[in-house]
């Protein structure tokens, strides 16, 4: 543990993994979240370059996303065990998949590592903060829906003396109850709400992408990634009441990772070998793809890519949404 000391600027994306994405020591940022779209941003100030490795400092950071504003623990004590899940070791690993033959098995040590680091980057984005909040928020107004839409407006007054100890009108208990009705209010959850659910999940997505079928590709063409880069989903033509389109369990879940500028991971459930291969443009595409449109705010690319100037035009927005009914 650590004094109350917290570090302001938290790294949810590693320098130790952005630098592998620098091309010629460079790199592009692609600004594509709604707060880029505010009225007098321009289309070129939603693309920033990068020009050396020490520059990586200050991109893929957000102020307090790792304080949990609890006494004795600080930002770096959540760092830190990210850092000890992959992060501590990610040179070493990616010089051994460069190094690897053509058609080689994955090792299994290296298939342990990466797939603890995938966890980790999985779990301490800002988006993963942003969709664990929106569940919660969407699981208590529909549990605050049924409550109240079970009270009449006299024990809705009723409970707020009793529970709340505050008398209150009945005109003030219809504006609850209407309120809950309608769901026209926010949640805000405590920082700690989102770092506990990352910890708890980070060795079981690490153990659920293990017993993953694991494939890593090559390309002299480049890969990019984004602040969410580990992607997966049910592939819409698979989708249905038992495989929803966010389901990491299903047994048609495609992932996509991008290791390096020319070097990323998929997994998925078929029956095949796991091995190194060299893929042609298509499979490229297909990555490029994915990662740029399951992205949150930014994506990253290691040149100024035709394709996504797509997401500097127009607003795009994370594509998944929970929905309770």
Do not use: W
């Amino acid at each position: 543990m650590s004094d109350n000391k917290q570090t302001t600027r938290s790294h949810y994306l590693p320098k130790t993994y952005l630098k592998h994405f620098l091309n010629e020591n460079s790199l592009v940022m692609y600004k594509k979240g709604k707060n880029f779209f505010k009225e007098g941003i321009t289309q070129e100030q939603r693309i920033h370059f990068v020009f050396s490795e020490e520059a990586l400092v200050n991109i893929g950071v957000d102020n307090g996303i790792y304080n949990p504003n609890i006494q004795n623990i600080s930002s770096d004590d959540l760092e830190g065990i990210f850092q000890e899940c992959g992060e501590n070791v990610y040179d070493e690993l990616i010089k051994s998949l460069e190094l690897a033959p053509e058609n080689s098995s994955i090792p299994d040590d290296i298939k342990r590592k990466l797939c603890l680091f995938m966890a980790a980057m999985r779990v301490r984005t800002p988006q993963f903060k942003s969709e664990i909040n929106d569940i919660g928020e969407k699981f208590y107004k529909f549990i605050a829906k049924m409550h109240f839409g079970n009270l009449s407006v006299e024990e809705i007054k009723k409970a707020c003396k009793n529970d709340l100890k505050k008398e209150v009108s009945l005109n003030f208990a219809k504006k609850l109850k209407d309120m809950a009705k309608n769901q026209n209010y926010k949640v805000k959850f405590p920082n700690a709400h989102f770092i506990k659910q990352a910890l708890l999940l980070l060795d079981k997505n690490a153990d659920i992408f293990y017993k993953m079928r694991m494939n890593v590709v090559k390309s002299k063409r480049f890969f990019v990634t984004s602040d969410n880069p580990v992607v997966y989903f049910v592939p819409k033509e698979k989708t249905n009441f038992y495989n929803s389109a966010r389901s990491l369990m299903s047994p048609y879940t495609e992932l996509f990772f991008p290791l390096t500028k020319n070097m990323s991971v998929t997994l998925n459930r078929k029956l095949a070998e796991e091995k190194i291969m060299t893929v042609n443009r298509d499979i490229v595409d297909i990555f490029n793809y994915n990662i740029s449109y399951n992205s949150f705010d930014f994506i990253f690319s290691p040149i100024r890519m035709n394709f996504l100037e797509t997401f500097i035009r127009e607003f795009q927005p994370y594509p998944f949404e929970l929905s309770i009914n």
